[in-house]
C-alpha cells in the first residue's frame, strides 16, 4: 500500500505491515543528493513518522541502481557568500538529522551504492545500518577534499559509533571503506547480498519494534568509548593526527585542522558543543578560497567525466574488449596493468621473452598489491592475471580493438612498429602511441590508416597517475578520438583531449618551470631551496628532485626537444645539461642532484653537482618569492601560449591536466584558476619585469596581455566548468 497523504517530491514511501519503507530516488538525476527539495520533505516525512500511529518503524532504502545518498548538495555551496550563510545550512542539516535521530520509531538505513558526506551522516542518524557487499558499496566522509568539514553530525556522531582513530582515519584522509570493512569497525552492523537488501532491513525494523534486536551502537563502540573518554589516550591520538596532517598537508589545507577541532570539542565539552562547533567551522571552511578552488575541480572532473571528448555530436567511441600493448617496459607494462584490472583482454608484444617475462612481473606487482591490501580476492587477482598474454611476434593481433604503443622513443623505432602492426590488425582497429614527444601527426606519416592514429600519453606510475592526455594528429578521425577518451575513462583515468604539438600540454607547461629551476642553479641558488620553495608552494616534490625521479637523461632529451621547437624561452639549462653528460640521470643510476644509497633511497643534494654549474661551488641565496615567482609564471605564461594557440581546449582542461598530470597545487584550482586569483593585470606586470630581467624567457603570451587590457577572468565569477 503506498502511503499517501503527502506530496511527493523524490521521496516514495511505501507501509508494509506498520513499516514505513521510504524510498529515495531524486527525480532526473544520477545520483541522489540532500538538496533543498528533500530535506524539506524529510521534515514533512520525520513529522509523519512522529505522529502516524500505524507506522511502527521505518526503511530508508534509495531508488537508484547504484547511488545511496552522494552526501550534500555540492552545488548549493556556490552562491554561499558569508561563514554565517554556510554556518545556517550547516545547522539546519544537523537540525534535520537530530530530528531523524529522535524519531518516535526505529529507522533502519538500507545502504546500497555510495554513501558518502551528508549521506553516512543521514545513515550514522539512524537506529541500524545495513550495508550490500558490492564495489559500489562504499561508505566515508570526503569534506575534507572538499575544503569543508562533515557539517551535519559527522564529527560528533562518527567517533561515537566506531572510536576515534576509526573515525579521525576517515574524516581526515577522505578515505571510502567498503561494506566489509565497515561491518568490521562496527559502521554498519550487517551486511548482505543486494538482492535481500530491502526485505531484510524490513524484517531488521520489526525486530527493533519488537525488542528483539537492539538498536545499534557500533561493534568497538564500548571499547572506543571506554578509550576516548580517558583524557590522555584521546591527547595521544590527537596530537598524532595533528603531526600528521601537518605533514601532509604542509599547512595549506585547513579542513583538517578545523575538522580535528570539531572531534575534539565534541569529546571533551559534550556533543551540543562540538555541533555547535561543527557548524561554526563548517562556515568558515565553505567560504575559503581553498574551498572554493577544490569544490571547483570537484566539478571540473565531473564534466570531464562526461566529455566524449570530440565536438561533432552523434560520434560513438569504437567498443575495445581486446588490447595489444607493443613494448612490455616501464610504460607497457604499467598500461597492462591497468587494463587487465578493468577486465580487458590484452596481449603484450616485446622484442624478446625476457622482456616480455619482465613485463609480466611488473604487472603482477601491481596488481599483487591489491591483493596483499585484500581489496580483491585470490580468485579475482588469478582471474585478473589471466587476462594478459605475452608474445614476441604479432600472434593474436590479428583481433585486438586497440593497440597501445609504448616502446622506445625514437621516431624510426615507433614507424617500424606502426607499419608491422598494420599489417596485421583487423580494418577497425586504433593505433595509439604512448609518445611524451614526438608529434602525432609525424608518427602517423608512416600509417596506412592514419585516421586511425593517436596519442595516448599515460603519465608514470600508470596505475597511481589519475591523469591520461588524448592528442589528436592532423588526420585523427573524430570517433577514433571519442575511442581513445573512452577507454581511457574505462581505465579510470580524468581524460583530457589536446591538439598535437612538441610537448602537448602538460610536459610542454612542466619544462619553463623545470628549465627555470635549472636556471636559477647555474645562477648560483642551492637546489635543496629551490625544491623547498617550490614544495612550499604547493607542489608535491620539488623540480629537480622531479627530475632525478622522472630521470636526467628523459628531461634533458626532451628539454631539447622543446628547446628545437619553441627557442629562447626553452633553453634548458647548463647545469642539467652538464650533469646528465656526467652520467648523473637521478635514481635509477643512483647518482644525480641529490646522494642515493645502495638501495637507492634518497639522501641529501649531491654537492659535488656545484662543480658542474657556471656558478661553481659557491652558492649565492635567492628568495624564495623569487624562485616561486620565476618557476611558476614560466609554468603560467606557457599555459596561456597553450590555450592561445588551441593545444587545449578550454582553462578548465588546463587546470585538470596540471592538477591532475603534475600536481600543480589543487588547492590553487590550476594555472588559469591561479592567474585570476593573482589577477592577469598583475601577472602580465610582473612577467614584463621579468623580461626585463631575463630578456626573452618572460614574454607575456598575447592572450594574457588582451585579458588584462580588457579586465576579463579565465573564470567569470558564476561560470561552471
Ligand atoms: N552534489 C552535487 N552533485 C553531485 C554530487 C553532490 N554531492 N555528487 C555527484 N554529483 C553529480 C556530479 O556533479 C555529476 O553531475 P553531472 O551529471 O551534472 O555531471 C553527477 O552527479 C554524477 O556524478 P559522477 O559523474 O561523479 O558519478 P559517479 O557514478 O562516477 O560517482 C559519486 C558517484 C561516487 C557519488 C561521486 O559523484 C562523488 O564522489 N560525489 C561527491 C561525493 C561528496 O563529495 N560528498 C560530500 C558532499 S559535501 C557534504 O555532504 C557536506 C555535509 O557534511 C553537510
Ligand atoms: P622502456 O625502455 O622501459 O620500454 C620500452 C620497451 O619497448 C622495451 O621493453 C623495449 O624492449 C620495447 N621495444 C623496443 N622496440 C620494440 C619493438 N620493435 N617491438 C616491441 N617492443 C619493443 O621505456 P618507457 O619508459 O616504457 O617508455 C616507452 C614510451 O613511453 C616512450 O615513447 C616514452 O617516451 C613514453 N613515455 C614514458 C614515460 C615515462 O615516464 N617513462 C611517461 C610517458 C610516456
Given at each position: 500500500?503506498t502511503?499517501g497523504?503527502?506530496?511527493?517530491y523524490a521521496?516514495r514511501?511505501?507501509?508494509q505491515d506498520?513499516?514505513?519503507?521510504?524510498?529515495?530516488?531524486?527525480?532526473?538525476?544520477p545520483?541522489?543528493t540532500?538538496?533543498?527539495?528533500?530535506?524539506?520533505e524529510?521534515?514533512?516525512i520525520?513529522?509523519?513518522?512522529?505522529?502516524?500511529a500505524?507506522?511502527e518503524?521505518a526503511?530508508?532504502?534509495?531508488?537508484?541502481?547504484?547511488n545511496f545518498?552522494?552526501g550534500?548538495?555540492?552545488?548549493?555551496?556556490?552562491?554561499?557568500?558569508?561563514?554565517?550563510d554556510a554556518?545556517?545550512?550547516?545547522?539546519s542539516?544537523q537540525?534535520?538529522?537530530?530530528?531523524l535521530?529522535?524519531v518516535r520509531v526505529?529507522?533502519?538505513?538500507?545502504i546500497?551504492?555510495?554513501c558518502l558526506?551528508?549521506?553516512?551522516?543521514?545513515a550514522l542518524?539512524?537506529?541500524?545500518?545495513?550495508?550490500?557487499?558490492?564495489?559500489?558499496?562504499?561508505?566515508?566522509?570526503?569534506e575534507?577534499?572538499?575544503?569543508?568539514?562533515?557539517?551535519a553530525?559527522?564529527t560528533q556522531?562518527?567517533?561515537?559509533?566506531?572510536?576515534?582513530?576509526?573515525?579521525?582515519?576517515?574524516i581526515l584522509?577522505s578515505?571510502?571503506?567498503?561494506?566489509?570493512k565497515a561491518?568490521?569497525?562496527?559502521?554498519?552492523?550487517?551486511?548482505?547480498?543486494?538482492?535481500i537488501?530491502?526485505?531484510?532491513?524490513?524484517?531488521?525494523?520489526r525486530?527493533?519494534?519488537?525488542?528483539?534486536?537492539r538498536?545499534?551502537?557500533?561493534?568497538?563502540g564500548?571499547?572506543?568509548?571506554?578509550m576516548?573518554?580517558?583524557?590522555?589516550g584521546?591527547?595521544?591520538?590527537?596530537?598524532?593526527?595533528?603531526e600528521t596532517?601537518?605533514?601532509?598537508?604542509?599547512g595549506?589545507y585547513?579542513?583538517?585542522?578545523a575538522?580535528?577541532?570539531?572531534?575534539?570539542?565534541?569529546?571533551?565539552?559534550g556533543?551540543?558543543?562540538?555541533y555547535?562547533?561543527?557548524?561554526?567551522?563548517f562556515?568558515?571552511?565553505?567560504?575559503?578560497n581553498?574551498?572554493?578552488?577544490?569544490?571547483?575541480?570537484?566539478?571540473?572532473?565531473?564534466a570531464l567525466?562526461?566529455?566524449?571528448g570530440?565536438?561533432e555530436?552523434?560520434?560513438k567511441?569504437?567498443?575495445v574488449?581486446k588490447?595489444?600493448?607493443?613494448g612490455?617496459g616501464?610504460?607497457?607494462?604499467g598500461?597492462?596493468?591497468v587494463?587487465?584490472?578493468?577486465?580487458?583482454?590484452v596481449?603484450?608484444k616485446?622484442?624478446?621473452h625476457?622482456r616480455?617475462?619482465?613485463?609480466?612481473?611488473?604487472v603482477r606487482?601491481?596488481?599483487?598489491?591489491r591483493?596483499?591490501k585484500?581489496?580483491?580476492?585470490?580468485?579475482q587477482f588469478?582471474?585478473?592475471?589471466?587476462?594478459?598474454?605475452?608474445t614476441?611476434?604479432?600472434s593474436g593481433?590479428?583481433?585486438v580493438d586497440?593497440?597501445?604503443?609504448?616502446?622506445f622513443?625514437d621516431?624510426?623505432?615507433?614507424?617500424?612498429?606502426?607499419?608491422?602492426?598494420?599489417?596485421v590488425?583487423?580494418?577497425h582497429?586504433?593505433f595509439?602511441?604512448?609518445t611524451?614527444?614526438?608529434?602525432?601527426?609525424r608518427i602517423?606519416?608512416?600509417?596506412?590508416?592514419?585516421?586511425?592514429v593517436?596519442?595516448?600519453?599515460?603519465?608514470?606510475?600508470?596505475?597511481?597517475?589519475?591523469?591520461?592526455?588524448v592528442?589528436?594528429g592532423?588526420?585523427?578521425?573524430?570517433d577514433?578520438?571519442?575511442?581513445a577518451?573512452?577507454?581511457g575513462k574505462?581505465?579510470g583515468?580524468?581524460v583530457?583531449?589536446?591538439?598535437?604539438?612538441?610537448?602537448f600540454?602538460?610536459n610542454?607547461?612542466?619544462f619553463?618551470?623545470?628549465n627555470?629551476?635549472?636556471r636559477?642553479?647555474?645562477?648560483?641558488?642551492?637546489?635543496?631551496?629551490?625544491?623547498r620553495a617550490?614544495?612550499d608552494?604547493?607542489?608535491p616534490?620539488?623540480?629537480?628532485?622531479?627530475?632525478?625521479e622522472?630521470?636526467g637523461?628523459v628531461a634533458?632529451h626532451a628539454?631539447?626537444?622543446?628547446f628545437?621547437?619553441?627557442s629562447?624561452r626553452f633553453e634548458?639549462?647548463?647545469?642539467?645539461?652538464?650533469?646528465?653528460a656526467?652520467g648523473?640521470?637521478g635514481?635509477?643510476?643512483?647518482?644525480g642532484?641529490?646522494?642515493?644509497?645502495?638501495k637507492?633511497e634518497k639522501?641529501?643534494v649531491?654537492e659535488?653537482?656545484?662543480?658542474?654549474?657556471?656558478?661553481?661551488?659557491?652558492?649565492?641565496?635567492?628568495?624564495?618569492?623569487?624562485i616561486?615567482q620565476?618557476c611558476?609564471?614560466?609554468m603560467?605564461n606557457?599555459?596561456?601560449?597553450c590555450?592561445?594557440d588551441?593545444?587545449?581546449?578550454?582553462p578548465?582542461d588546463?587546470?585538470?591536466?596540471?592538477?591532475?598530470?603534475?600536481?600543480?597545487p589543487?588547492?590553487?584550482g590550476?594555472?588559469f584558476?591561479?592567474?585570476?586569483?593573482?589577477?592577469?593585470?598583475?601577472?602580465?606586470?610582473?612577467?614584463?619585469?621579468l623580461?626585463v630581467?631575463?630578456p626573452?624567457r618572460?614574454?607575456?603570451?598575447e592572450?594574457l596581455?588582451r585579458l588584462?587590457?580588457?579586465?576579463?577572468?579565465?573564470h567569470p565569477?558564476?561560470?561552471?566548468?
Amino acid at each position: 500500500m503506498t502511503g499517501g497523504g503527502l506530496p511527493s517530491y523524490a521521496v516514495r514511501t511505501e507501509i508494509q505491515d506498520g513499516v514505513a519503507v521510504l524510498t529515495l530516488d531524486v527525480p532526473g538525476e544520477p545520483v541522489n543528493t540532500l538538496n533543498r527539495g528533500v530535506r524539506d520533505e524529510f521534515v514533512a516525512i520525520i513529522d509523519r513518522l512522529e505522529r502516524d500511529a500505524s507506522i511502527e518503524a521505518a526503511v530508508l532504502i534509495s531508488g537508484k541502481a547504484e547511488n545511496f545518498i552522494a552526501g550534500a548538495d555540492i552545488e548549493e555551496f556556490l552562491p554561499l557568500e558569508t561563514a554565517a550563510d554556510a554556518e545556517r545550512l550547516s545547522r539546519s542539516g544537523q537540525m534535520l538529522l537530530d530530528s531523524l535521530e529522535r524519531v518516535r520509531v526505529p529507522v533502519v538505513a538500507a545502504i546500497h551504492g555510495a554513501c558518502l558526506g551528508g549521506g553516512l551522516e543521514t545513515a550514522l542518524a539512524c537506529s541500524y545500518r545495513i550495508a550490500t557487499d558490492h564495489p559500489k558499496t562504499v561508505l566515508g566522509l570526503p569534506e575534507v577534499q572538499l575544503g569543508i568539514i562533515p557539517g551535519a553530525g559527522g564529527t560528533q556522531r562518527l567517533p561515537q559509533l566506531v572510536g576515534l582513530p576509526e573515525a579521525l582515519d576517515m574524516i581526515l584522509s577522505s578515505r571510502n571503506v567498503r561494506a566489509k570493512k565497515a561491518l568490521k569497525t562496527g559502521l554498519v552492523d550487517e551486511v548482505v547480498h543486494p538482492a535481500i537488501l530491502r526485505q531484510i532491513a524490513v524484517r531488521r525494523a520489526r525486530e527493533l519494534v519488537r525488542g528483539t534486536r537492539r538498536p545499534s551502537r557500533g561493534a568497538t563502540g564500548a571499547r572506543a568509548a571506554l578509550m576516548d573518554r580517558n583524557p590522555l589516550g584521546r591527547m595521544l591520538v590527537l596530537k598524532k593526527a595533528r603531526e600528521t596532517v601537518q605533514k601532509r598537508t604542509k599547512g595549506h589545507y585547513p579542513a583538517p585542522f578545523a575538522a580535528l577541532r570539531a572531534v575534539e570539542t565534541g569529546l571533551a565539552r559534550g556533543s551540543a558543543e562540538g555541533y555547535r562547533e561543527e557548524a561554526r567551522l563548517f562556515g568558515e571552511m565553505a567560504v575559503t578560497n581553498v574551498s572554493r578552488q577544490l569544490v571547483y575541480l570537484f566539478f571540473a572532473s565531473t564534466a570531464l567525466k562526461k566529455d566524449p571528448g570530440v565536438d561533432e555530436p552523434g560520434v560513438k567511441p569504437r567498443p575495445v574488449s581486446k588490447l595489444g600493448i607493443l613494448g612490455a617496459g616501464f610504460m607497457g607494462a604499467g598500461i597492462a596493468s591497468v587494463a587487465v584490472q578493468q577486465g580487458t583482454l590484452v596481449r603484450m608484444k616485446d622484442a624478446d621473452h625476457a622482456r616480455v617475462g619482465k613485463g609480466f612481473a611488473a604487472v603482477r606487482k601491481v596488481v599483487e598489491e591489491r591483493l596483499k591490501k585484500r581489496q580483491i580476492t585470490r580468485t579475482q587477482f588469478e582471474d585478473t592475471l589471466a587476462l594478459l598474454g605475452g608474445t614476441v611476434d604479432y600472434s593474436g593481433f590479428g583481433n585486438v580493438d586497440l593497440v597501445i604503443e609504448a616502446v622506445f622513443e625514437d621516431i624510426n623505432v615507433k614507424h617500424q612498429v606502426l607499419r608491422e602492426v598494420e599489417a596485421v590488425l583487423p580494418e577497425h582497429a586504433v593505433f595509439a602511441t604512448n609518445t611524451s614527444t614526438i608529434p602525432i601527426s609525424r608518427i602517423a606519416e608512416a600509417a596506412a590508416r592514419p585516421s586511425q592514429v593517436v596519442g595516448m600519453h599515460f603519465f608514470s606510475p600508470v596505475h597511481k597517475m589519475p591523469l591520461l592526455e588524448v592528442i589528436t594528429g592532423e588526420a585523427t578521425a573524430p570517433d577514433v578520438t571519442a575511442t581513445a577518451v573512452a577507454y581511457g575513462k574505462k581505465l579510470g583515468k580524468t581524460v583530457i583531449v589536446v591538439n598535437d604539438g612538441p610537448g602537448f600540454y602538460v610536459n610542454r607547461i612542466l619544462f619553463p618551470y623545470i628549465n627555470e629551476a635549472g636556471r636559477l642553479i647555474d645562477q648560483g641558488a642551492a637546489i635543496h631551496e629551490v625544491d623547498r620553495a617550490l614544495v612550499d608552494f604547493g607542489f608535491p616534490v620539488g623540480p629537480i628532485t622531479l627530475v632525478d625521479e622522472v630521470g636526467g637523461d628523459v628531461a634533458s632529451h626532451a628539454a631539447r626537444i622543446m628547446f628545437d621547437a619553441f627557442s629562447d624561452r626553452f633553453e634548458p639549462s647548463k647545469t642539467l645539461d652538464a650533469a646528465v653528460a656526467a652520467g648523473r640521470y637521478g635514481r635509477k643510476s643512483k647518482k644525480g642532484f641529490y646522494l642515493y644509497d645502495e638501495k637507492g633511497e634518497k639522501g641529501g643534494v649531491d654537492e659535488s653537482v656545484y662543480e658542474l654549474t657556471p656558478a661553481g661551488a659557491a652558492r649565492s641565496e635567492f628568495s624564495a618569492d623569487e624562485i616561486q615567482q620565476r618557476c611558476v609564471f614560466a609554468m603560467l605564461n606557457e599555459a596561456a601560449r597553450c590555450l592561445e594557440d588551441g593545444i587545449i581546449r578550454s582553462p578548465r582542461d588546463g587546470d585538470a591536466g596540471a592538477v591532475f598530470g603534475i600536481g600543480f597545487p589543487p588547492f590553487r584550482g590550476g594555472p588559469f584558476r591561479y592567474i585570476d586569483t593573482i589577477g592577469v593585470e598583475i601577472l602580465v606586470q610582473q612577467l614584463d619585469e621579468l623580461n626585463v630581467r631575463f630578456p626573452g624567457r618572460f614574454q607575456p603570451a598575447e592572450l594574457l596581455s588582451r585579458l588584462a587590457r580588457s579586465g576579463a577572468k579565465f573564470h567569470p565569477a558564476g561560470s561552471r566548468p
